[in-house]
């Protein structure tokens, strides 16, 4: 069983930063693309960032020059650095990752359980 494992979330003023941390654990063959998503309650979940296995990387605009995403291959690990936050970062954030366990098995969407990232005016 595969199990993605978020931290680094917390309560932060506006203008600071945090880092978030998402290790994935369990039978893991291969990953390709590990994300970002956030969501408040009442919208949909959105993409924040995503990093492909061959190190492309998209970002939502309104995140753009203020976050970034890595990943450690080594680590089956993927972060997520937000600098100068905004109130409006104000969200629960969820790793996902899009995982094979075996050779041969299929790739599977997996997600965190989420962290609460919360920005202070």
């Known amino acids: 069983q595969v199990q993605l494992v978020e931290s680094g979330g917390g309560l932060v003023q506006a203008g600071g930063s945090l880092r978030l941390s998402c290790a994935a654990s369990?039978?893991?063959?291969?990953?390709?693309?590990m994300g970002w998503y956030r969501q408040v309650p009442g919208k949909q979940r959105e993409s924040v960032a995503v990093i492909r296995s061959g190190g492309s990387i998209n970002y939502a605009d309104s995140v753009k020059g203020r976050f970034t995403i890595a990943r450690d291959n080594a680590k089956n690990t993927v972060y997520l650095q937000m600098n100068s936050l905004k109130p409006e970062d104000t969200a629960v954030y969820y790793c996902?990752?899009?995982?094979?366990?075996?050779?041969?098995?299929?790739?599977?969407?997996?997600w965190g359980q989420g962290t609460q990232v919360t920005v202070s005016s």
């Open positions: 369990g039978n893991i063959y291969r990953i390709d693309d």
């Open positions: 996902n990752a899009d995982i094979r366990g075996s050779r041969f098995s299929p790739m599977k969407n997996y």
